[in-house]
């Protein structure tokens, strides 16, 4: 599967999410994600729990570093033992570096809105528009309509754990 995605810092979450309600976006709640990032490597490699359901997602992904809007190609395997692949996971990579996020989803057309507040990093603005039935140019004037309408303006280059300082 693939995405164009782009990441921004947003000082005002609560604008954001007023402006995606604007837009016509489609509020589905609110999710506690916490991500298991190892290395690996040909591929980010993280595996996603979401706080109230059960087992958790595998998600392999490869993504450029940069802070224009960039494809990212993803694969994704729903996990029903996520305590015991973690386990496993560490004993074959090591200890995975762990990131915690609040995230309010919205759907708007073809994209996701994620509004995160991400534990000790602070508050941003995801957009992931899918790349299936829309060309590529499509996709980008559908991105950008999001950015325009939620005045994003700080682009971040790289995910959430790179900026992590341990």
């Given at each position: 599967?693939?995405?164009?995605?782009?990441?921004?810092?947003?000082?005002?979450?609560?604008?954001?999410?007023?402006?995606?309600?604007?837009?016509?976006?489609?509020?589905?709640?609110?999710?506690?994600?916490?991500?298991?990032?190892?290395?690996?490597?040909?591929?980010?490699?993280?595996?996603?729990?979401?706080?109230?359901?059960?087992?958790?997602?595998?998600?392999?992904?490869?993504?450029?570093?940069?802070?224009?809007?960039?494809?990212?190609?993803?694969t994704i395997a729903p996990i029903a033992?996520?305590?015991?692949?973690?386990?496993?996971?560490?004993?074959?990579?090591?200890?995975?570096?762990?990131?915690?996020?609040?995230?309010?989803?919205?759907?708007?057309?073809?994209?996701?809105?994620?509004?995160?507040?991400v534990a000790d990093l602070g508050a941003?603005?995801?957009?992931?528009?899918?790349?299936?039935?829309?060309?590529?140019?499509?996709a980008e004037a559908e991105l950008n309509?999001?950015?325009?309408?939620?005045?994003?303006?700080?682009?971040?280059?790289?995910?959430?754990?790179?900026?992590?300082?341990?």
């Open positions: 599967m693939k995405n164009l995605e782009q990441k921004f810092r947003c000082a005002d979450l609560a604008a954001a999410e007023a402006a995606a309600r604007q837009l016509g976006a489609t509020d589905r709640g609110i999710l506690q994600q916490h991500d298991y990032f190892f290395s690996a490597p040909n591929a980010r490699l993280k595996l996603r729990r979401i706080a109230g359901r059960e087992g958790g997602e595998l998600i392999s992904y490869r993504r450029p570093d940069s802070a224009d809007a960039r494809t990212s190609d993803y033992n996520a305590d015991a692949l973690i386990t496993t996971l560490t004993h074959a990579l090591g200890t995975p570096r762990e990131l915690i996020k609040t995230r309010r989803l919205f759907i708007y057309k073809s994209t996701r809105i994620h509004i995160d507040r941003f603005v995801e957009l992931e528009t899918m790349l299936t039935t829309q060309t590529p140019a499509d309509t999001i950015v325009e309408a939620l005045h994003l303006r700080d682009p971040v280059p790289t995910a959430y754990v790179d900026l992590v300082t341990t």
